[in-house]
């Protein structure tokens, strides 16, 4: 019984909405968001071993009133620590939506 309930999960997953409540904002910077009064209100950092480089990043929170956004910096450094490609965007925080409808029109 329990391996006819475990098969049809893969199934009814694809019928789920996949969730998201981060919405990229690629038309604000985060001096933007500063210079708009928000602050930033907490910064974390990972690194990740990746190959022959590493995976740098560090995350940003940024708040005014009930407004959030997060911003991520992230960048691909070689072993000698030369940068070779970057990634900087912006995400703000909205309420829970369907991305799977989003995409589909």
């Known amino acids: ?3 006819a309930a475990a098969t049809g ?3 009814l997953a694809q019928d789920l909405p ?3 409540q981060w919405r990229r904002t690629p038309d ?6 500063i210079d708009q ?5 907490s910064a974390t950092s990972t690194t990740e071993s990746i190959a022959e480089a590493r995976y740098d990043t560090i995350t940003y929170l940024l708040q005014k ?3 959030v956004y997060r911003c991520l910096e ?3 450094l070689d072993n000698e620590g030369t ?3 970057q990634v900087v965007y912006c995400t703000v925080l909205v309420a829970p939506y369907d991305a799977k409808a989003k995409a589909a029109g």
């Open 1 to 3: 019984m329990a391996l």
């Open 9 to 11: 999960l893969p199934a």
């Open 18 to 20: 996949l969730q998201l």
């Open 28 to 33: 604000i910077s985060m001096r933007q968001l």
């Open 37 to 41: 009064g928000f602050e930033i209100k």
């Open 65 to 67: 009133g009930s407004e």
């Open 74 to 76: 992230g960048g691909v």
């Open 83 to 85: 940068l070779k490609s």
